[in-house]
């Protein structure tokens, strides 16, 4: 009997740690929303396929947490599921602009009437016209403000690798922009 009653209290915190640690997702999900909205924003064209992604993101990211450790770098995991699902939907729906970086979406909010002013397009083209591994290291860090650590987990890559990227894409930037001038 003794056995039972001590087996029955680790089954139900058992079931109780599941249950905060599906309230903890949830609620790290929430609070990382719009960042997620961004960076899909960013990367696809149509809305409804940035919220077929997302909705795709949320339920790996619930498939996947029992497997995440807490290491600081919530904001990155969810990212870089986030870039794979975007990656395989860009293949698999459109894979002739799956390696390009597409137009901002077709939503007209206050922030898009803004961005049609002549410099940001300037900035925009030049951006669209970096190389893919540059485009994606410098909009991480410069639009989203992530540190290079969490840029380097999200692309798979080193962090100095991550450092080097974000940096030869500024200067293409500048090199472009200032010819523009």
């Given at each position: 009997m003794n056995a039972t009653m001590v087996k029955l209290p680790a089954q139900l915190q058992g079931l109780l740690n599941?249950?905060?640690?599906?309230?903890e997702l949830l609620s790290r999900l929430q609070e990382t929303r719009g960042l997620l909205w961004s960076f899909l924003n960013q990367r696809l064209s149509r809305q409804a396929d940035v919220e077929d992604v997302m909705q795709e993101t949320w339920i790996r990211a619930q498939r996947?947490?029992?497997?995440?450790?807490?290491?600081?770098?919530?904001?990155?995991?969810l990212l870089r599921i986030a870039y794979r699902e975007c990656c395989r939907?860009?293949?698999?729906?459109?894979?002739?602009?799956?390696?390009?970086?597409?137009?901002?979406?077709?939503v007209e909010t206050p922030a898009r009437k803004l961005q049609r002013q002549e410099r940001v397009e300037?900035?925009?083209a030049a951006i669209q016209e970096l190389p893919v591994q540059f485009r994606e290291a410098v909009w991480l860090r410069i639009v989203e403000e992530l540190p290079f650590k969490e840029i380097a987990y999200i692309l798979?890559?080193?962090?100095?690798?991550?450092?080097?990227?974000?940096?030869r894409g500024l200067q293409h930037l500048r090199t472009r922009l200032q010819e523009e001038m």
């Open positions: 599941e249950r905060l640690s599906e309230e996947a947490w029992p497997r995440y450790r807490e290491q600081g770098y919530f904001r990155a995991w939907y860009q293949r698999k729906h459109h894979p002739e602009t799956a390696d390009r970086l597409p137009e901002a979406a077709d300037q900035v925009h798979r890559c080193p962090e100095n690798t991550a450092v080097t990227r974000t940096r």
